[in-house]
């Protein structure tokens, strides 16, 4: 089920075009990558789905219906441009958070505690904000804006500033969330973390959709027709290779390009039956980080 849909979603900031008759969905309980180069259009979009600017035209569906304000309950949100307040306590910032959401202060107190022994930080819930440090207080945001359990959340660049250690942590925080059904917008650069945690993508530029599909699906749709096959001894030539193969590695493994019309498949059987002995044997897909770059390189040509 759709539990974010754009349909036609167009804004302009006086003459100057944002976006332009968006159309696309997210589904429930996947881990959404929303990408772009900078100024295309993804900031705009996010601010059109809680509410914080108004669309020129289109249509903004939440969980089936038509999006109300009492939607925004529901959501979270952690914007680029961060913000606590710095003369408060880490637990008092947070409980405030947390009533804002709708829940008992209580509530809201006992869970802080609780995501902050998740984010690794329980022995700062008394201190003011203005003595984190940069990655603390941003692990403390995290914290914030998830302890509510929002049915979607929206995490705009979450792991800036992090090290690798806490990436992983945010990066298993948002698996559990997958794992229990709840859905996650990443607007992020780290086209890594594109392919470890993302299930779908669209890609804007310049305010339009460029890419959208499963991660899976996109990288096949502009990889080169490649596989790398790991066999020991050379490999056979055979009719559904363009060209005989070509070693890569000391250890045996070959990149073969398949002739038009020929599918992965057909190579393997083919290369088993000429009597190749393959251990491995995998199509080569581009990284999101080359398709990022290729497409936004095209479009702007």
């Known amino acids: 089920m759709a539990i974010v849909a754009f349909d036609r979603v167009a804004k302009s900031y006086g003459a ?8 696309f969905d997210v589904g429930a309980g996947e881990i959404f990558g929303l990408l ?7 900031s705009t979009l996010i601010r059109i789905l809680m509410d914080i600017i108004r669309p020129n035209a289109g249509d903004v569906r939440l969980f089936g219906e038509h999006r109300r ?8 949100y952690l914007p680029e441009e961060r913000g606590l307040y710095t003369k408060l306590t880490v637990v008092d910032v947070m409980t405030y958070f947390g009533a804002l959401k709708g829940l008992t202060r209580a509530d809201a107190r006992g869970r802080a505690l609780v995501w ?19 990655g603390m207080g941003q692990k403390v945001q995290i914290a914030a804006t998830l302890l509510s359990d929002p049915e979607v ?5 979450p792991t ?32 890594n973390q594109v392919e470890t945690l993302c299930d779908r993508v669209a890609l804007l530029d310049k305010g339009r959709l460029m890419v959208y599909g499963t991660v899976d699906e996109v990288r096949r749709r502009y990889s080169q027709p490649e596989v790398l096959v790991h066999a020991r001894g050379v490999l056979p030539d055979v009719a559904q290779a363009a060209a005989p193969a070509k070693i890569v590695a000391e250890n045996g493994s070959w990149r073969v390009t398949l002739r038009d019309g020929s599918e992965p498949s057909a190579l393997l059987r083919a290369l088993v039956a000429a009597g190749a002995e393959i251990d491995r044997f995998e199509p ?18």
Do not use: Y
């Open 69 to 76: 304000r009492d939607h925004l309950d529901r959501l979270g």
């Open 16 to 23: 100057t075009p944002a976006l332009h008759d968006l159309s």
């Open 36 to 42: 772009g180069p900078n100024g295309a259009g993804k």
């Open 116 to 134: 902050l022994e998740k984010v690794e930080l329980p022995q700062v819930a008394t201190w003011k904000i203005e003595r984190l440090s940069k």
């Open 160 to 191: 800036t500033g992090l090290d690798p250690v806490n990436v992983r942590l945010v990066q298993d925080l948002l698996l559990e969330r997958r794992a229990a059904g709840r859905t996650t917008i990443l607007s992020t650069h780290q086209m």
């Open 153 to 157: 959340c929206v995490l705009d660049e």
């Open 284 to 301: 080569m897909l581009a990284p999101m980080e080359e398709i990022f770059l290729r497409v936004v390189k095209e479009g702007r040509s």
